[in-house]
């Protein structure tokens, strides 16, 4: 299913436009200064491609360490269940995507070296 909706991971999506075709891309409800509703995903996501990365989320959280700590941090900052659940498939979207744009297989002991 993502390879069809990524259209083969074409260049015309990103894992942000791909984020928010599985509804798991947060969108801020606002009007001017008065009305503030928060952050929301939206309703008319794709269904199936979302719960296919809620089954996936799960898994990552329950058997991958990194995951389960970054879960557990989100549930420590304040965050409810399901914004911390959908943080961590908005996680898994970017790092796939990460994944095929360099080319190299996931190594879960990476560790991002900053410029100085």
């Known amino acids: 299913w993502v390879i069809v909706y990524s259209r083969n ?54 058997f991958n360490q990194q995951m389960k700590e970054y879960f557990d941090r989100k549930k420590t900052e304040g965050k409810k269940g399901f914004v911390a659940m959908n943080n961590v498939k908005n996680k898994l979207i970017h790092q796939m995507y990460a994944v095929v744009r360099t080319k190299t297989p996931f190594n879960p002991e990476y560790v991002y070296k900053r410029a100085a």
């Not at 296919?52 to 990552?60: E, K, S, V, W």
Request: charged share 15%; aromatic share 12%; proline share 2%.
């Open 9 to 62: 991971f074409s260049e015309e999506f990103n894992a942000r436009k791909f984020a928010s075709l599985a509804g798991v891309a947060p969108f801020e409800i606002s009007s001017g200064s008065s009305i503030n509703g928060g952050f929301h995903v939206n309703c008319y996501s794709h269904k199936q491609l979302k719960g296919i990365f809620h089954i996936a989320a799960m898994a990552a959280i329950r």
